[in-house]
Every structure is written in C-alpha cells, then in structure tokens.
C-alpha cells in the first residue's frame, strides 16, 4: 500500500539525518522533497503545495526535543498535517434508522458489488446487525448474480427482481420487504454509471429521492488517483452523499485519492477496502492511515483484526494448551486459517512498525501457506495432534503426498518444535501472562 509514496516520503526525511536543529535552509529542501513526492502520488498541485506550506510553517524554528532528531520531528508534523488532511478523526456510520437505507453510488469497476457485500458482512458480523442485500444494478448482466454469491458466502438475504427493469421500484420494494421482514439494515447496490451520463446520473439521483437513506457512499478505485477525486466532485453535486469508500488499496495505489479526496469534496472517508476477501473491510481511520503511508506501522488495526476473527473461547483453550506444551499440527493448522481470514499477509505484516520497509522488495503471497498446509494435510489425525509419532518412514510418506521433498518436510519439522520449545521457554518465564489474540 502506497509504497512508492512511503519510499520517497522516507528519503526526504533522511535529508535532515544528523542535523542539530530544524533551520530554514534544511526544512525548505525537504518540503520541496516532500511536495515532489505528493504530486508524483498524483496529489494535486495546489494541494500538495498548501499542504507542505503548512508543514514547513510548523517545523521552522523548532528545536529538536529531548532524544528526537530533526528527521523524526518533521516526521511528527508531517504525519499530524497528513491526517488532518484526511479528516483528523474517524467519521460516524450512522445506523440508528429502523431500517437503515444505505445507497451505493461510483463508476463502473469500483467496486461497489465487492463492497457491499463486505459490508454487510462488516455491519452483520461487527455490529450485530440483519443486513438485506438489494440488487439495483439493472443493466450488467452478472451484477444480480454477483450479488447473490456474496449474500450466500456472507449469509444475508438477497432482494432480486430480475424482470424489473425500474431500479426506483426495486429499491422502493426492497425498503418495504425490509420492514416487514425485521431487517434494520438495507444495502442498495446501485448500476456504476459515468458523471457525464445524464440520463444515469438522474436514475440514482431518483433512487436517493424515493427512498431517503441515511448513508450515501460513493465508491472510489484508489488506483484511479485524482480522476477519481474529479469524479467525485459531479457525483457529490447530484447525490450530496455521507461518505466515501476507498477500494483496491491492495493493489498499485499512488495515494492522490486518499490524501485529497476528503479536502476536495469536504466529505469523510469512511471505509477502505483491500482484496476480495469478505473480511477485509476496515473502518477508515486518517491517523493510522498516515502511520501506514509514512511506514510507521498500524499495530492498533492489526490487532483490532486479529480479535474480530480469534474465537475467545479457541484463544483461551489454545493458552491451556501451549502452557501445557501440548501445541500441535491440529492448532497450528487453525491458526494459520485465522491468519489468512485477517487478509493480504504482505498488507498484514507492513502493519508491524519497522517491519513495512524491511519486507517492500520481498514477494510474499497469499500463497505461501500452501506448502505448509499441504504437509499437515498429509498428516493422519494421530500425527497431527502427537506430533511425536512422526518418524523417518511417516516423514517420507507426508513428503510423498504433499508433493515435497524430505528435506522440507524435515525443515518444517525442525522450525515447529524449535516454535513449541520457544513457546514452553516462554510459559517458564512468565511469558504466558500474554494474552492470545481475541482475549481481554
């Protein structure tokens, strides 16, 4: 996420390494350094150059605090300008309605199906809530059943009227079914359409105006940069919405959408998306977002995730187990599908502080659990939960069936029991006051 920004962000800072005091010829080299990297993420100019004017007019003069260098200081400023760009504070999803209406409006691509079947999973999982999916995408053909392949994976049920060709009609109707059916949240996936079709442009604005939702959200693809903040500026005009959506952060993203788009349209960004899995839906947070573009880690969401997808009562018979010394192949492999269900394990680990930059050159898949879960795989039930039983011979037939050789499966071997006596060290140190993820 935003790795050529963060790199070149990270080489600006490194012009004041070893200076003393912050002073006007050093802090204007850097700010003309930052500003370079801004508009090169697609920032717009004009912005960029407000925005570095701010951070210059704060660092001049400033003497360095006790054990903070200069670097680290305009660091500071840089991160508390870059979040008050982006809004400063969380933005409020409002769900008191009874039903909610939530309207979702973007351009084709963007994401929006994707999107509102994470949210439903975000609002039916998170925040307790009964979800009705509404498919008003009436000219794409797939989109009804997009939409219903992800009500089935989240669980939620799916209004469709395949024959309906009125989206004013179909979302009036779905309103209704909710409140009859006792759903308190509806989530209206609207057709993508462009800022310059008009006739389009009028259909969603006919939508908002039958129903009256609570939360208009328009979807923006993050790697589309400023013409996406362009086009949310129509958008905004014609619908008036709540909110925006950032999605694809997972991919190329440059950073033009996210830094600006809330000064351009003095509307919140109120979630991010990444990838496609259901799970990865987070709440849109300016400060740790400026953490993460400045490499400095997002430890809070880390684990803010970790505890939305570690059972408690698992967490607590896992503690038992591993104070026992009784970790084995069976909790392991649970772990590991916990871990995947968090999302894009490169995204996940960039999020430890330090760790972002030390990995940004390193490929690491989605997949590079395969092998390890194909090796467990291998393994009979008794092997996996008395790991002891493993000889040479069930070593070699485990290899044969997951397709590796003797040498990484012996590998694998060697790295868990160097894990489990890492573990019983710890629990004889104490170590195991620590709580698993999940656990209060």
């Known amino acids: ?34 500003r370079r990297a801004l508009v090169d993420a697609d920032v717009n100019y004009t912005i960029a150059k407000q925005f570095t004017d701010r951070v210059k007019d704060k660092a001049m003069g400033e003497k360095v605090l006790t054990s903070v260098s200069p670097g680290q200081l305009m660091v500071k400023i840089v991160k508390d300008e870059m ?63 997009q939409l219903s392949v992800l009500a089935g994976q989240v669980g939620v049920p799916v209004h469709i009227e395949r024959e309906n060709k009125d989206a004013v009609s179909i979302a009036t109707n779905a309103v209704a079914f909710a409140k009859e059916n006792g759903h308190n949240i509806v989530i209206i996936d609207t057709a993508g359409r462009l800022a310059i079709d008009e006739q389009m442009m009028n259909e969603v604005a006919n ?57 351009t349209v003095n509307k919140p960004i109120k979630f991010v998306s990444m990838g496609e899995k259901l799970e990865t839906l987070d709440v849109f947070y300016p400060e740790r977002m400026a953490q993460r573009i400045l490499g400095m880690g997002d430890i809070t969401t880390l684990v803010e995730r970790a505890q939305q997808q570690f059972d408690e009562e698992q967490s607590k018979k896992l503690e038992k187990k591993i104070r026992a010394n009784k970790f084995d192949f069976e909790d392991f492999k649970n772990q590991l599908a916990q871990i995947k269900k968090m999302g894009n394990i490169k995204d996940l680990l960039g999020m430890i502080p330090g760790v972002g930059k030390a990995i940004k050159d390193v490929d690491i898949s989605d997949d590079s659990f395969k092998g390890i879960e194909a090796m467990i795989n291998s393994m009979t039930l008794e092997e996996r939960k008395n790991p002891e039983v493993i000889d040479q011979r069930r070593r070699l037939r485990i290899a044969k069936g997951s397709g590796k050789d003797i040498a990484e499966v012996n590998a694998f071997m060697k790295q868990f029991d160097q894990m489990k006596e890492m573990m019983k060290m710890m629990n004889k140190m104490g170590g195991m006051n620590m709580k698993m993820p999940g656990m209060r």
């Open 1 to 34: 996420m935003f790795n050529n920004l963060t790199e070149r962000l990270d080489s600006a800072f490194k012009l004041l390494k070893g200076e003393g005091k912050i002073t006007e010829i050093n802090v204007a080299t850097t700010v003309k350094e930052i």
């Open 83 to 145: 979040a008050d760009l982006m809004g400063g504070v969380e933005a409020v999803f409002d769900t008191t309605a009874n039903p909610t209406v939530v309207l979702i409006a973007g351009l084709q691509g963007s994401g929006k199906t994707t999107f509102s079947g994470k949210l439903a999973y975000y609002l039916k999982n998170n925040k307790k809530k009964k979800p009705l999916l509404v498919a008003a995408d009436i000219y794409r053909p797939a989109a009804m059943d």
């Open 207 to 263: 939508v908002k105006n039958a129903v009256n939702p609570q939360e208009i959200l328009f979807v923006v693809d993050s790697m589309t940069g400023q013409d996406a903040v362009n086009t949310a500026k129509t958008f905004n005009e014609r619908l008036d919405f709540t909110g925006v959506v950032l999605t694809k952060l997972d991919g190329d993203t440059r950073g033009g959408a996210a830094l600006t788009i809330r000064y």
